[in-house]
C-alpha cells in the first residue's frame, strides 16, 4: 500500500470549513483513498472514500487532485464533536480482506 | 455505536498473567480483524479472519497471542504471560465480504490493557 504524509495537526474554528491534506504521491492506478477517524477513546470510524473523483457524503467530502497524488478531505462546518484523530489510508480495493495500514494522522482540534 | 462491541473495556491486569478480550462483530460480517493501538500511534494490524479460519498474522502477534474464532462469529484474543510493553488498546474491527463494499472496516470501541 502506499505511503501517505499528513500534518500532525490542525486547528480549526467551529462553524469553519476543515480542510485536511494528504499526500500520496506513490499511490498506484487500483489504490483508493480512505479516510478515518478517531475521536479520543473510541475506535477509528469510517469516513469517506474515492478513486479520482470527488466524491461527498454526509459527513465529509473528498478532493482528489488530478494526478491522485495529493487528496484534501473537507468538514464543511466544523463541530466541537469533529475533533479528533484523522487518518488517510491508501490502498487497493479488493476482495481480499487485507489490513488497514495507519500513519500517524492530524490531530484536528474544532476551537469555538 | 458501530454495531461491534468488545469485552472488556479496560483490564488492569499483573505481569505475568492470561488475559482475554472478546469481540463480538456485525452479525452479518464475515471478516474480523484485531489491532493494537499504544499511546500516541495510529491502530497497528494484529490478525484477521475470514469466517473461521484464521488467514493472517502479524509478526507484531508473537506467540504470547493467541486468537480464535470459532464459530465465524465471535472471536477472543488471549494474551498469555502478560508484559509492560502489552499495554495498549486492542481494537476490533469486521467488514462485510462484499467486493461492492471494498473492505471497509467498522470498529469497535476497544478494550484498554494495563499491565502494571
Known amino acids: 500500500d502506499a505511503k501517505t504524509t499528513q500534518p500532525p495537526s490542525m486547528d480549526c474554528a467551529e462553524g469553519r470549513a476543515a480542510n485536511l491534506p494528504c499526500n500520496h504521491s506513490t499511490i498506484s492506478g487500483n489504490e483508493y483513498v480512505y479516510w478515518y477517524r478517531q475521536i479520543h477513546s473510541q475506535g477509528p470510524q469510517y469516513i469517506i472514500h474515492?478513486?479520482?473523483n470527488n466524491e461527498t457524503n454526509e459527513m465529509a467530502s473528498l478532493i482528489i487532485t488530478e494526478d491522485r497524488k495529493s487528496s484534501t478531505l473537507i468538514l464543511p462546518h466544523a463541530t466541537l464533536r469533529d475533533t479528533a484523530v484523522y487518518y488517510c489510508?491508501?490502498?487497493?480495493?479488493?476482495?481480499?480482506?487485507?489490513?488497514?495500514?495507519f500513519g500517524g494522522g492530524t490531530r484536528l482540534m474544532v476551537k469555538p | 455505536d458501530t454495531g461491534v462491541s468488545q469485552d472488556p473495556r479496560h483490564k488492569i491486569t499483573k505481569r505475568g498473567q492470561n488475559v482475554t478480550f472478546r469481540c463480538d462483530p456485525i452479525?452479518?460480517?464475515?471478516?474480523l480483524y484485531w489491532y493494537r493501538q499504544t499511546l500516541g500511534q495510529g491502530p497497528e494490524f494484529l490478525t484477521y479472519f475470514q469466517n473461521e479460519a484464521q488467514l493472517e498474522k502479524s509478526r507484531l502477534l508473537s506467540d504470547r497471542f493467541s486468537a480464535e474464532r470459532p464459530k465465524g462469529s465471535f472471536s477472543t484474543l488471549e494474551i498469555q504471560r502478560t508484559e509492560q510493553g502489552d499495554s495498549a488498546m486492542y481494537l476490533c474491527?469486521?467488514?462485510?465480504?462484499?467486493?461492492?463494499?471494498?473492505?471497509?472496516?467498522?470498529f469497535g470501541a476497544g478494550t484498554r490493557l494495563s499491565v502494571l
Open positions: 452479525s452479518e460480517h464475515n471478516r
Open positions: 489510508i491508501v490502498r487497493v480495493w479488493d476482495n481480499a480482506g487485507n489490513m488497514l495500514t
Open positions: 474491527a469486521s467488514s462485510p465480504d462484499s467486493h461492492l463494499i471494498g473492505n471497509i472496516q467498522y
Open positions: 474515492g478513486l479520482k
